[in-house]
């Protein structure tokens, strides 16, 4: 009895080992395919600058394009917003200028950028609302953490001093309460993170917008390249959105949202 | 050609004003009509021009004569047998003739006839008759009729409501006897089709001929009809001649009506013509010399127009393969080519349009071709021609475009009863985008220009990145990261509930201590026993009893002594061979304080008595 239960636990330990082992082998791999993930994204970016210096516009937008599909990269949109723009396709330029603020809201490049374009094709910048502005102040992600983050704090200045049997001090307390109003902050911001995710871009030059989701509708505007615009709801190959212009259904392939669902 | 002109009675008297327009436009109705009947005797069959919608309907929406249906007091009808004699098994027409609107009469559904007689299939037609202006009204019921004994027959007189008064159909008598001379040849019409296994759909051309008599006189015909409700004919692409016609081995003069026709049902259907004898001219008969003889045209035997009736002519139409139609198909039928579509340019600007020009031909029929759908392209706005021109006004709105997008089309091939491909391709384009303007002048408030703004540079390195554009909080993840927290948080709630268990419960802690160390002390005693160290043994059996009862008492287990060891034991056991490996083992852990420990070798044989009461004692734990 006792020799098999000595042999059970040689029989673990060994297991043990061999886990180790295969942790250690997938993250050689798991480091090994985000290097060659990103050695893939710079060899399209570089692609992509060259063709834009030769002027080859459209190959150097989908080079860039396929890039920003393989790992978004802030001056990889910047890039294609440029080359959009080069190309005359405002609507897009804008949308990837915009997707850059996505990522980095502090890429000063792509504000500047933003700023000329809207200048240019004379369209507005998307109205926010207080909670939706508040968000822009830090990337989508770091809202997510610093939400976790401070309801944990909150809770664990609360709890773990019981737990481990201390006494509550003042500036625990303290820290729970700034803990807790941040948390606060960082949901309405949330909040807001998550309904710009509902802006989006008109793609094309007069793009119509439409009274039903019909091909046949009736056109009650037409939208400017990079106007932006709210999706409300889809229908087969359209879109409801709202406009500063007013409400109307505009097809998919005309409109694009920020943040790709 | 000398043309006798016999005089008439328009010609006699002075027409008033309406009357003479009416008899110039009838002398250039004949004048055209005799020259085309003189050039028609020797020519073939021409495919009719094609018409365009507006010159369509503008030939449809002409104004006409009214008719006069105001249903006057002289209403008249006849009724007559034609031929009035004939043998018997000879067939023979009953022919009722009323001078009202075929929609006025409530014309009874079956009509009595005498014995002796059966019927055959019946028609009726109106015809409205030029008399000055408006045209009168001209409604003819025929019955075939077949005597089947000899004798008089005489068809009774019988009234029929029209409008609100009522009208007598007089009596109408038929000789039948074998004496009769053979009638002759009644005057009829054929329907001659181009096909008779069709597809739904197929055009066709439907023909009525209308033989001259025996002794050539040629007559027209009027207000022809094709009976039969699974057909479309088409009025503009009716043609009518004067021309030869083959009646058994030799041809003869006939006036021939054609037209297109389109099954619009599939199935067996049966079709069959009918219409009004009148003579080509009012001038009066005219006589041409043409390779097949003296040709009469007009002054008809007949004074009075005669409703004829063709023999039905049965036709099968098979359904579509619908299944299998391709894309593009728009309802084609025939057999068609597809010329080499031409593009106006193959350089172009975005927003720019150029233009594709395609063409068919073909022997299907072209005035009801559908041409090609607009095809959807997310690349190129497409703008189809106003018909009858074919093409396609293309604009690229991207310069992604590198061909102009397939236009598909496809016709169904009645002769290889397949659909055919004839798809216009896209043809390669180069599409030149517009860049937008980099930069900008600023103007300050006096309207001068200040720094530019302009366009950043292309960025050197992708820079920040992040996994995806789509935000932590709406993906699926989100949810299982929020709820790692709250693991660690019931994590430490359960571990300071068990401390706190553990607390109240001290001898569970000492259990588990006990049974940890007793468990080591196996390991070195095991050891010992292996290397044969007998003192090493000796003392970690006698650690690991002191350790296993430990927590009965509780107390050190260095604090404890043989009798400890032994107290825990059971009677039976005290008394046993247990108890002996108990004392032996502590006697010779004793022994190390004696002034000259000795150790016995013969105590390495005790492992399986030590590992028996080891086992006894941690089942007591």
């Not at chain 2, 009677?571 to 022994?591: L, S």
């Amino acid at each position: 009895m006792s020799h098999l239960r000595f042999t059970i636990y040689d029989l673990r330990f060994c297991r043990t080992a061999r886990r180790l082992g295969y942790g250690i082998v997938f993250a050689a791999l798991f480091f090994a395919g985000g290097i060659g993930h990103a050695a893939a994204t710079n060899d399209w970016f570089t692609q992509g600058v060259e063709l834009n210096c030769a002027g080859q516009f459209p190959e150097a937008a989908a080079a860039f394009a396929q890039s920003e599909k393989i790992q978004p990269a802030a001056g990889t949109l910047v890039n294609l917003g440029i080359t959009e723009w080069q190309r005359g396709r405002a609507g897009a330029a804008i949308l990837a200028w915009e997707q850059t603020r996505w990522i980095d809201p502090f890429d000063a490049r792509a504000e500047a950028d933003l700023k000329f374009a809207r200048a240019v094709a004379q369209v507005e910048e998307p109205p926010l609302k207080w909670f939706e502005t508040a968000s822009t102040w830090l990337p989508p992600n770091a809202w997510f953490w610093l939400a976790g983050a401070s309801l944990w704090l909150a809770v664990g200045a609360l709890v773990l001093p019981g737990i481990f049997r201390r006494r509550k001090a003042g500036w625990q307390q303290t820290l729970a309460a700034l803990a807790f109003g941040l948390f606060l902050f960082c949901l309405t911001a949330n909040f807001g993170l998550v309904s710009r995710t509902q802006i989006g871009f008109v793609l094309t030059k007069n793009a119509p917008l439409l009274l039903t989701p019909t091909r046949e509708g009736e056109v009650i505007t037409t939208l400017t390249a990079g106007e932006p615009a709210r999706q409300v709801r889809t229908r087969g190959d359209y879109v409801f959105i709202r406009t500063l212009g007013g409400s109307g259904w505009i097809e998919q392939s005309q409109f694009r949202l920020v943040c790709p669902k | 050609m000398k043309i006798p002109q016999p005089p008439t009675a328009n010609a006699k008297r002075r027409a008033p004003a309406g009357g003479r327009i009416f008899f110039r436009w009838r002398l250039l109705a004949a004048g055209w009509l005799c020259s085309a009947g003189v050039f028609t005797l020797l020519l073939q069959a021409q495919v009719p021009p094609q018409v365009s919608p507006e010159a369509a309907a503008q030939m449809i929406m002409r104004p006409q004569t009214p008719v006069d249906n105001s249903q006057s007091a002289n209403l008249v009808a006849t009724a007559e047998f034609d031929p009035p004699a004939v043998r018997p098994g000879e067939k023979t027409t009953y022919r009722v003739t009323i001078n009202a609107t075929q929609n006025s009469i409530r014309w009874p559904d079956e009509i009595s006839l005498p014995a002796g007689l059966s019927l055959g299939p019946s028609a009726r037609g109106q015809l409205t008759q030029p008399d000055g202006t408006p045209f009168r009204p001209l409604t003819e019921f025929v019955y075939e009729v077949t005597p089947t004994a000899a004798g008089r027959m005489v068809m009774t007189n019988f009234s029929v409501p029209i409008g609100w008064q009522t009208v007598e159909i007089p009596a109408a008598t038929l000789d039948v006897a074998e004496t009769n001379a053979a009638s002759p040849a009644a005057r009829k019409i054929t329907l001659e089709v181009s096909e008779t296994n069709l597809f739904f759909g197929q055009p066709f051309r439907v023909r009525v001929i209308f033989p001259a008599t025996a002794g050539n006189q040629l007559e027209a015909l009027r207000d022809v009809q094709f009976n039969g409700g699974g057909f479309l004919t088409d009025k503009l692409s009716v043609r009518q001649a004067i021309e030869p016609v083959g009646q058994g081995d030799k041809l003869v003069p006939a006036f021939t009506y054609e037209t297109i026709a389109t099954p619009l049902a599939a199935g067996p259907q049966t079709m069959s013509a009918q219409g009004f004898t009148v003579p080509p001219f009012s001038a009066g008969p005219l006589t041409i010399t043409a390779r097949t003889g003296p040709v009469m045209l007009g002054g008809a035997a007949s004074g009075r127009p005669i409703f004829l009736v063709s023999d039905a002519v049965h036709l099968n139409v098979r359904p579509l393969p619908e299944e299998t139609a391709p894309a593009g198909f728009t309802g084609a039928l025939g057999k068609f080519l597809a010329d080499k579509p031409q593009l106006s340019t193959n350089r172009v600007h975005v927003g720019e349009p150029l233009h594709l020009r395609y063409g068919f031909h073909g022997d299907g029929d072209l005035t009801r071709f559908v041409p090609p759908a607009t095809p959807r392209s997310r690349d190129w706005q497409i703008i189809a021609d106003p018909p009858p021109a074919t093409g396609f006004t293309l604009i690229p709105q991207t310069d992604e475009a590198t061909n102009t997008p397939a236009i598909p089309f496809s016709a169904f091939d009645p002769a290889t009863a397949s659909y055919v491909d004839l798809t216009i391709p896209p043809l390669p384009v180069t599409v030149i985008g517009d860049g937008l303007p980099v930069q900008l002048p600023v103007l300050d408030d006096e309207g001068k220009t200040t720094a530019p703004l302009k366009l950043s540079g292309l960025a050197p390195a992708p820079g920040k990145t992040a996994a995806s554009l789509r935000p932590l909080q709406l993906r699926g993840g989100f949810v299982i990261v929020q709820l790692l927290p709250v693991l660690g948080f019931v994590a430490l709630w359960q571990w300071d509930r068990r401390r706190r268990f553990l607390e109240a419960h001290p001898e569970i802690v000492r259990r588990r201590q006990a049974r940890r160390g007793l468990r080591r002390e196996k390991r070195f005693l095991q050891k010992a026993a292996a290397a044969g160290e007998a003192a090493a043994f000796v003392a970690h059996a006698a650690e690991a009893m002191r350790v296993a009862v430990a927590p009965h008492f509780p107390a050190n287990p260095h604090a404890l002594v043989c009798g400890d060891v032994l107290a825990q034991l059971n009677d039976a056991e005290r008394n046993g061979r247990a108890a002996e490996t108990v004392r032996t083992i502590f006697a010779a852990a004793d022994a190390r304080f004696a002034l000259a420990p000795e150790t016995q070798a013969d105590l390495l044989a005790l492992p399986a008595a030590v590992e028996a009461v080891l086992l006894t004692l941690e089942e007591k734990l």
